[in-house]
């Protein structure tokens, strides 16, 4: 649908100019003739920018860039004027005007203004779906599994209770524990991590209480341990299946009694801290076997957080693909790439057994080593570990990678006797076409969100529509990700 441009001006003949030559070159106008009318349209219906004079002699276009700016914040407005001063365009720009034209105004350096502040919008509300996507606790995924994390982060993160996270290495559990912390009470404190895995058994006690100097050889100063660095804040205990079972007895103590004594020292110190604990190994087996205290995974499994694999949760690969993509390419100096379905379905198709942490330097592989501006099913072959089976070849194709003959079409059905209302359709006496037509338009789009499990992108690519243009059709039919039907 071509864009929406709201023309303000008290002149007529002017309003009447304007939208003649912007309808020309493809665009939709609303026409207001006052300030007023102008916050009325505004707030009555979606438009997509706002070309407005400075001189009004009701309320002046200032006034309503001012107005304009607090009730839409993201609504790009051009100013123009017949006496404008640097001033004045100063004063327009600091209220978030995004040009400023002089009247008379040439015919193309208004349509480049006009588009090139349509572009701007659109890449930022492309940015703002990206964070909403990488940024939701700053995990990536839209899928079943991932909504449930992000439901037991929402309802635990406000409390004070532990939180125990399981699942293999590389599905994100550090993810998950900044989220907790970050969506806490606690969220203004610090979040001090320790990787009991990664500290030699000897060096452990050191780490978690701190030590005073003198205390063994090497303690030449007094240091501050993990625990006290974490005060009034979160402590991530990340691998807790790897701490020695002296270790376990010490640390359900500071558990219990929210106090601690320093290696070597004597003062009993108050903790008040917040302790969130990863595993990769099956606790109770560990209880069974006798490798870990059955009192201290009480303590600590309050709540229990399971990250999946990435293998059960293909349903996210794409966007994360994309996502990784686009974090490599910007990071490494590269132009951005593009993936081809079929890159897509080869990805899509390995098991990740080093989940999220693999993908990740996959995907940073590919965006060096990659030539094309486009990722083909070859260069994601070659980038995967080989030995692996690999999804079927698919048909040959015609100038790209989609399949050059389709799969065979069902039998025709015996026809049905012609109706004159056919599908039982019923003629909308109460709408209006351009209600029906979206009303249509919104149905379609949320099938089709919620047949990619509101993956956005692959949505845009099955509708043929640009990205961008998806995102505002969205804005403008008022429905956003999690809203499609099931």
């Known amino acids: 649908m071509p864009a929406a441009v709201l023309i303000v001006d008290d002149e007529k003949n002017i ?6 030559s912007l309808q020309l070159a493809g665009y939709r106008t609303e026409l207001a003739s006052s300030g007023q009318v102008a916050l009325d349209v505004v707030s009555a219906r979606p438009v997509d920018a706002v070309l407005m004079d400075v001189k009004m002699p009701d309320m002046d276009g ?6 304009l700016t607090a009730l839409k914040p993201d609504l790009p407005v051009i100013m123009m004027s017949g006496h404008g001063t640097i001033d004045t365009a100063v004063k327009a720009t600091q209220l978030g005007a995004r040009d400023f034209l002089e009247k008379p105004l040439a015919r193309d350096r208004l349509l480049v203004a006009l588009r090139n502040a349509l572009k701007h919008q659109a890449a930022m509300e492309e940015l703002e779906e990206l964070r909403a996507q990488l940024g939701r606790f700053d995990m990536v995924g839209g899928g ?4 449930r994390i992000f439901s037991l982060i929402q309802r635990t993160a406000p409390s ?5 996270i399981t699942g293999e290495n590389g599905t994100g559990k550090e993810l998950i524990a900044r989220a907790l912390h970050q969506n806490s009470r606690r969220k203004g404190g610090p979040f001090v991590k320790l990787n009991c895995a990664a500290v030699p058994h000897d060096l452990i006690e050191s780490e978690l209480f701190g030590h005073e100097k003198g205390a063994f050889t090497g303690a030449v100063s007094v240091r501050r341990g993990k625990f006290e660095l974490a005060h009034e804040g979160t402590l991530f205990l990340d691998e807790i299946g790897d701490m020695p079972a002296a270790m376990q007895s010490k640390l359900l103590r500071v558990l219990q009694e929210g106090e601690l004594e320093r290696v070597g020292g004597a003062e009993t110190l108050k903790v008040d801290v917040r302790v969130i604990a990863a595993t990769n190994k099956n606790l109770e087996k560990e209880i069974a ?7 201290l995974y009480y303590r600590i499994n309050v709540v229990q957080i399971h990250s999946p694999p990435l293998r059960e949760r293909r349903e996210d690969l794409p966007d994360l693909i994309d996502t990784f993509l686009r974090e490599a390419c910007a990071k490494n100096g590269r132009r951005p790439l593009a993936l081809s379905p079929d890159a897509i379905a080869v990805m899509s198709a390995y098991d990740y057994p080093g989940n999220v942490r693999e993908l990740r330097n996959l ?3 590919l965006a060096i080593l990659c030539e094309g501006p486009v990722v083909s099913r070859t260069d994601a072959l070659e980038l995967l ?5 690999l999804p079927p070849m698919p048909e040959p194709t015609v100038g790209g990678d989609v399949p050059a003959v389709a799969a065979p079409l069902p039998a025709p059905a015996t026809p049905e006797p012609a109706s004159a209302n056919p599908g039982g359709w019923k003629p909308r006496v109460d709408q209006t076409f351009r209600e029906q037509v979206e009303d249509a338009e919104r149905e379609i789009i949320q099938r089709v969100l919620a047949h990619t499990h509101d993956n956005v992108t692959e949505a845009a690519r099955i509708l043929d529509l640009e990205r961008g243009h998806f995102y505002k059709k969205m804005k403008a ?5 999690g809203q499609s039907d099931s």
């Open 15 to 20: 309003l009447l100019t304007l939208s003649q």
């Open 62 to 67: 200032l006034t309503v860039l001012a107005k």
């Open 144 to 147: 079943p599994a991932m909504q």
């Open 160 to 164: 004070e209770g532990r939180v125990l």
């Open 289 to 295: 076997a006798g490798r870990f205290r059955e009192d």
């Open 363 to 365: 995907v940073e592989r």
């Open 385 to 389: 570990p080989r030995g692996r089976p």
């Open 477 to 481: 039919l008022g429905l956003r990700r």
